[in-house]
């Protein structure tokens, strides 16, 4: 594409933009389709009651996905965004296979490996494309489109899983989605796709940011701003994926059945989702620090309130707070990386903190399983809660005042 044709913003780019936002919502629907029924299909499959066990697939997922995050970011720039994208979803085809044929445990943590790699390379290129295309005055508004088509795909998927799920059976016919999720999603990339690394130079010659030295330093520990959005991204995953492996068995201890079971999870990200058509834009015109205190303050407390209240409307309602926490903080992580460092080391930025981010994922199956096992299913809820709000307090004193 030359130079004197390339035009930034989402209204000029929406015909790739659009088929980016249809893309990403088939990555999400990938790890939808997981997020009701795996606590069942371990206990009914392969005999585990462990919680620890059962959220070993959460771990290998979320540390393959943490360290590809981090590479991909790296590859971003000399690789190709839509090479890393096709990568991705070829790794993705045997997914549901191995699940539908797993003989072993081994084999379903295997998938989650192969899970983790495949989103970690998918999803990253299609946040970075985004951003390519929308320049400056759009960022939050193509971050709240990408994470809402992922997330609102995410509980689409953890509905329909369970609702099949309820009605035919656990296996196979929930990872029959897969399988069209994944061909769809490869072919579109293939044939449609573009690559976007040409708009990110175009960028780099009116940005005003400033180049960082270390990337990886700055964004982890050094500077301000983006080490703060970094420890709250861990946080955020790192709830996430206690919400994830742990809450359905909660519900099932509240003797919620496996259909209410997939309304309740599945409420967290489609609120996620659709809320994040809203925050995105939010975060264009609004203080990116307030926005994530507040984000992570209320997450906390909807985590914290799963313990005390055990009726459907009540669960429902603080699937919804979640939901509404989690859509603040997380369209404004991305534009605040984006507004925070230099075109040219964009990718990479993002990369790093969605390395530390995704690690949360592992990090959070590791310790919420552990404290699970050793004190009892509240004692994780409980310190997990408290994580989540003590987020909120480093965002509070820690990051400046940062406007767009």
Do not use: C
């Amino acid at each position: 594409m030359p130079h004197k044709n390339i035009r930034l913003g989402l209204k000029e780019n929406w015909k790739q933009f659009t088929l980016l936002v249809i893309v990403n919502a088939f990555v999400g629907g990938m790890v939808g389709l997981e997020r009701t029924i795996f606590p069942e299909f371990a206990s009914v499959k392969f005999g585990i009651s462990s919680y620890f066990a059962v959220l070993s697939f959460i771990m290998a997922f979320g540390f393959s996905k943490a360290i590809v995050n981090y590479f991909a970011g790296k590859l971003a720039n000399s690789f190709g965004r839509k090479n890393l994208l096709i990568l991705g979803w070829s790794i993705a085809l045997p997914i549901p296979f191995l699940l539908i044929y797993a003989e072993s445990w081994y084999i379903v943590v295997l998938s989650n490996v192969l899970l983790g790699i495949s989103q970690g390379l998918t999803w990253s290129s299609t946040v970075v494309m985004k951003i390519d295309l929308a320049g400056e005055k759009d960022r939050g508004l193509a971050m709240g489109l990408n994470e809402f088509a992922g997330y609102l795909s995410v509980g689409i998927f953890a509905w329909l899983t369970g609702y099949i799920a309820d009605r035919f059976g656990i296996i196979p016919y929930p990872f029959y989605l897969g399988i069209l999720l994944s061909v769809f999603g490869l072919l579109l990339s293939i044939f449609f796709v573009n690559d976007t690394r040409v708009f990110t130079r175009h960028e780099y010659k009116t940005s005003p940011s400033k180049t960082l030295g270390n990337i990886f330093w700055e964004t982890t520990f050094k500077n301000k701003t983006l080490s703060s959005v970094t420890q709250a991204g861990l946080v955020n995953n790192l709830n996430d994926g206690m919400i994830w492996g742990l809450l359905p068995i909660l519900l099932f201890q509240y003797r919620i059945n496996i259909a209410d079971i997939g309304i309740i999870t599945a409420t967290y990200p489609v609120v996620w989702g659709i809320g994040q058509l809203f925050t995105g834009k939010m975060s264009d015109h609004y203080s990116k620090k307030s926005m994530l205190f507040w984000g992570m303050f209320i997450q906390g407390l909807a985590i914290s309130g799963f313990l005390f209240l055990q009726k459907f409307g009540y669960l429902i309602s603080l699937s919804i707070i979640l939901g509404l926490g989690t859509a603040l903080v997380y369209p404004t992580f991305l534009s605040t990386i984006a507004a925070a460092t230099s075109p040219l080391q964009r990718a990479e930025s993002i990369g790093t903190f969605r390395l530390w981010r995704d690690l949360g994922y592992a990090i959070g199956a590791f310790v919420s399983g552990a404290l699970s096992d050793i004190w009892g299913l509240p004692s994780a809820v409980t310190f997990i809660g408290i994580l989540t709000i003590l987020s909120a307090v480093v965002i509070k004193f820690r990051m400046p005042n940062t406007f767009p």
